[in-house]
């Protein structure tokens, strides 16, 4: 529930801040095209009401929204809000054979590989954009723990930097490579 708070709280700054500067465009553009140009700029009582209310309901809106969906994806199990997933696996096997075996795996995933580096162990790919995302960005990194186990690290971001929900498309990522990368190389 803190997380969902803070969320929610994110989101309505956030909101606040973009409504501010919307109006604040639209007051300055409406007095140019009328030939004033000098003319403070002003909120009313009504236009602040306005602004608050308007952040308030995006927030619990797209905070709650996220939250149900993210809960419902996780199935019971914990779960974060934040648009950037990370998942971390032990194997018992070599590295070079789990690079190869994900690199496999993002083939087959609805990603492209942009980078994949067998020398420093990691592989970026893109997702696609689409009408819920922006696309994501994914990393695994492979690190050999001793000679019988190695460590698979996958981070699933937005690509757009300023995303504040994603409504589990990254959590949906994270969890699909990490059970697509753990029933094809036994665990440890």
Same mark, same amino acid.
């Given at each position: 529930? !803190?997380?969902?708070?803070?969320? +929610?709280?994110k989101?309505?700054?956030?909101?606040?801040?973009?409504?501010?500067?919307?109006?604040?465009?639209?007051?300055?553009?409406?007095?140019?095209?009328r030939?004033?140009f000098?003319?403070? *700029?002003?909120?009313?009582?009504?236009? +602040?009401?306005?602004?608050?209310?308007?952040a308030?309901?995006?927030?619990?809106?797209?905070?709650?929204?996220?939250?149900l969906?993210?809960?419902? *994806?996780?199935?019971?199990?914990?779960? =974060?809000?934040?648009?950037?997933?990370?998942?971390t696996?032990v194997?018992?096997?070599?590295s070079?054979?789990?690079?190869?075996?994900?690199?496999?795996?993002?083939q !087959?995933? &609805?990603?492209?590989?942009i980078?994949n580096?067998?020398?420093?162990?990691?592989?970026?790919?893109?997702t696609?954009?689409s009408?819920?995302?922006?696309?994501?960005?994914?990393?695994? =990194?492979?690190?050999?723990? =001793?000679?019988?186990?190695?460590?698979? !690290?996958?981070?699933c971001? &937005?690509?757009?930097?300023?995303?504040?929900? =994603?409504?589990?498309?990254?959590?949906?990522?994270?969890? !699909?490579?990490?059970?697509?990368?753990s029933?094809?190389?036994?665990a440890?």
């Amino acid at each position: 529930m !803190k997380q969902l708070v803070y969320l +929610i709280g994110k989101i309505f700054f956030t909101a606040i801040v973009f409504l501010v500067l919307y109006f604040s465009f639209f007051r300055v553009t409406y007095f140019i095209t009328r030939g004033k140009f000098l003319v403070p *700029i002003y909120f009313d009582r009504n236009t +602040i009401l306005g602004i608050i209310m308007g952040a308030l309901s995006m927030a619990l809106i797209l905070g709650i929204l996220h939250y149900l969906i993210v809960r419902k *994806i996780s199935q019971g199990q914990q779960f =974060d809000l934040s648009p950037i997933q990370r998942r971390t696996l032990v194997l018992k096997s070599n590295s070079t054979n789990i690079f190869e075996n994900c690199v496999v795996i993002l083939q !087959k995933f &609805p990603a492209r590989i942009i980078e994949n580096d067998a020398i420093k162990n990691y592989i970026t790919a893109r997702t696609n954009m689409s009408w819920k995302s922006w696309g994501d960005n994914i990393r695994i =990194d492979v690190i050999q723990v =001793d000679d019988k186990s190695t460590q698979v !690290k996958i981070t699933c971001r &937005p690509s757009l930097k300023t995303t504040l929900v =994603d409504f589990g498309i990254n959590y949906k990522n994270a969890e !699909k490579l990490l059970s697509l990368i753990s029933e094809t190389t036994p665990a440890a």
